[in-house]
C-alpha cells in the first residue's frame, strides 16, 4: 500500500488526513505526524483569552480519534523534511519513509523581529491556545487595575481578522463590565487602510470595520511599523507612501496584543536559517503551483498557513495574504483528489478555488464576507454586519469540533450548503485552460 504522511495536525493536517481517508478510503496508508498529541481551533483563541471559552472547550485529544479511523499517528514532531530522500526526520532521531507526504505544520510565529513583542516578552498572544491561556490569567488581573489598550498586527503580518476581532471582544467586555470608560483603546495596524485584510478588502470591509471601530471608540493608525513593545507602551512609526518614515508614535499600553508576522516553521528551514531549497522559499513557506504540489518535488503537496503566497499588492508598509479556514479545505480538496490521481497511474489534475468564507466575532455582533475567490479579482465581493455573525461563529464553531471528533471529512449536508450558496472547493474543468500563476 502507497503510505501517505501528513505533517501537521491543526484545521489543515486534520481536515487532510479525513479527507483522504474519504477519498483514497483504505487503499492507502495514511499517517499523521504532529508535534503535540492535540488538535486545537485556532479561531476560538480570542475567546479563550478573554475566559469565554475555557483551553479545554476547544481542543481535542487525538490519538484515540485517529486510530479509531485507521489513521496512523505520531506526536513526536518532524525535525527536517528530507524530500530528495522522501523521508522526515523526527524530533527522537527516529526516520519514517513516505511515498506521498503533504506540509501542513502552519505558521512559526516571528515575535523576534520586533523588539519586546510576544508572550515572552511585552505583549499577550492569541496565536496559539497556550498564549490564549495566559492571556486570559492576565485579563482578569488587567480588569481589577485596568489602563490603555493597543491591539493590532505588526510589518509583514499576514493574520489581520484576530487583532480586528480581538480588540472589539475586549471593547465589548470592558462595556459589560461597564469599566470601557476608564481607558483608550488604540488599533495599530500594518494595513494601509483599516479592512484591507492583506487582500485589498473584501466588498466594503474598510467602510464597516472603520464603522465598527468608531462605534466602539476606537482610535486607529495604518500603514504603521512597530519599532518596539515596553513593558507600558508601543512605539511605532507611520509610513508614507513612498516608503519614508512618517510620524512616530508611542501609545501608552497596560495591556497590548500585537498579531506577529510568521515565517515556515523550523522543520522546512536549513542550517542557514533559510527555506530548504526547492521545497520552500527563503521565508520558509512551501512552494506550490496550482495543483498545491511542489515544483521540484512532485510526490510533496503542502496546505494552510505554510504555503507560501506572494503579497497581493505593494503597500507602504508589507503585508501577507492570510490563508483562511475555508480556503484551507479547498487546498485540501484539491490535494485529496491529486493524490489519489497519482496513486492511480493519472496525472493531478485539480485545483482548489481558494474561495473564502470568514467570520469576524467581536462578541455582540460581527462582520462576514465571502470573496470568491480569496484573491482579486473575484466573481463575489460581499460583506455584511450583524448579530448574526456572532450566532453563525459560535455554530461554526460546534460544528467543525464535531467534524474532528467524529473524523468527517466534508459531510453531505455542507457539501449541499455549501452548494446552494455556490461556493465550491474545487475549481471546475475548464478553468484549466486559464489557470491564475500562484507559485511564489
Ligand atoms: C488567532 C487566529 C484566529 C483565526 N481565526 C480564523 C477564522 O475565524 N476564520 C478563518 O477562516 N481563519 C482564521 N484563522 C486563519 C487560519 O484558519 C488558522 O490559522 C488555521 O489554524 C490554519 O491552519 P493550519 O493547519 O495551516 O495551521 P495550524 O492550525 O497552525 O496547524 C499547524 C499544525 O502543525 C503542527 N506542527 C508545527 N510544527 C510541526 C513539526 N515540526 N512537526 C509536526 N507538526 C508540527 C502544529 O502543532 C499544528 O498542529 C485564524 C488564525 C489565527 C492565528
Not at 194 to 204: A, C, P, Y
Request: aromatic share 8%.
Amino acid at each position: 500500500m502507497p503510505k501517505i504522511v501528513v505533517v501537521g495536525a491543526g484545521i489543515g493536517g486534520i481536515s487532510m488526513a479525513y479527507e483522504l481517508r474519504s477519498v483514497v478510503g483504505r487503499t492507502a496508508d495514511v499517517t499523521v505526524v504532529s508535534d503535540s498529541e492535540w488538535f486545537h481551533f485556532v479561531p476560538s483563541n480570542p475567546w479563550v483569552a478573554l475566559g469565554w471559552r475555557k483551553p479545554e472547550d476547544i481542543k481535542v485529544h487525538l490519538p484515540g480519534v485517529l486510530e479509531g479511523l485507521g489513521i496512523g499517528f505520531d506526536a513526536s514532531g518532524a525535525r527536517r523534511l528530507h524530500p530528495a530522500e522522501n523521508a522526515i526526520e523526527l524530533n527522537d532521531g527516529r526516520r519514517i519513509s513516505y511515498d506521498y507526504l503533504v506540509i501542513a505544520t502552519g505558521p512559526a510565529l516571528a515575535f523576534d523581529e520586533v523588539p519586546g513583542l510576544g508572550p515572552d516578552a511585552h505583549s499577550l498572544s492569541v496565536c496559539h491556545v497556550d498564549h490564549a491561556e495566559a492571556a486570559a490569567d492576565r485579563w482578569d488581573k488587567f480588569c481589577a487595575d485596568p489602563g490603555p489598550i493597543v491591539v493590532g498586527a505588526v510589518q509583514g503580518a499576514s493574520c489581520f481578522g484576530p487583532a480586528y476581532e480581538f480588540a472589539l471582544m475586549l471593547s465589548t467586555d470592558l462595556r459589560r463590565r461597564k469599566i470601557r470608560n476608564r481607558m483608550p483603546i488604540t488599533f495599530v495596524t500594518a494595513e494601509p487602510y483599516i479592512g484591507h485584510l492583506g487582500l485589498g478588502g473584501v466588498g466594503d470591509t474598510k467602510g464597516l470595520l472603520e464603522s465598527v471601530l468608531r462605534d466602539h471608540d476606537i482610535k486607529w493608525v495604518t500603514s504603521a511599523r512597530i519599532d518596539r513593545v515596553e513593558a507600558d507602551a508601543v512605539e511605532c512609526t507611520e509610513v508614507v507612501a513612498d516608503g519614508k518614515p512618517g510620524p512616530q508614535h508611542r501609545f501608552p499600553a497596560k495591556l497590548a496584543m500585537l498579531i506577529p508576522a510568521f515565517r515556515g516553521v523550523s522543520c522546512l528551514m536549513g542550517d542557514d536559517g533559510k527555506g530548504l531549497p526547492g521545497l520552500a522559499n527563503p521565508r520558509g513557506f512551501v512552494v506550490v503551483d496550482k495543483h498545491q504540489r511542489n515544483p521540484a518535488y512532485g510526490n510533496v503537496f503542502a496546505v494552510g498557513v505554510c504555503i507560501a503566497i506572494p503579497p497581493y499588492e505593494p503597500t507602504p508598509v508589507p503585508v501577507g495574504v492570510p490563508k483562511t479556514g475555508y480556503m484551507i479545505e479547498s487546498m485540501v480538496a484539491a490535494v485529496a483528489q491529486n493524490i489519489a490521481a497519482l496513486i492511480a497511474g493519472r496525472t493531478p489534475s485539480s485545483e482548489p478555488t481558494w474561495n473564502a468564507v470568514c467570520l469576524a466575532d467581536f462578541g455582540n455582533d460581527g462582520v462576514a464576507f465571502v470573496a470568491l475567490p480569496q484573491i482579486p479579482p473575484r466573481n463575489v465581493n460581499w460583506s455584511s454586519r450583524g448579530y448574526w455573525v456572532h450566532a453563525a461563529k459560535v455554530g461554526f464553531e460546534k460544528y467543525f469540533l464535531h467534524k474532528v471528533r467524529s473524523g468527517a471529512g466534508e459531510p453531505a449536508y455542507e457539501r449541499l450548503m455549501m452548494k446552494v450558496l455556490g461556493i465550491d472547493r474545487l475549481r471546475p474543468e475548464q478553468s484549466e485552460t486559464q489557470p491564475p500563476e500562484r507559485a511564489a
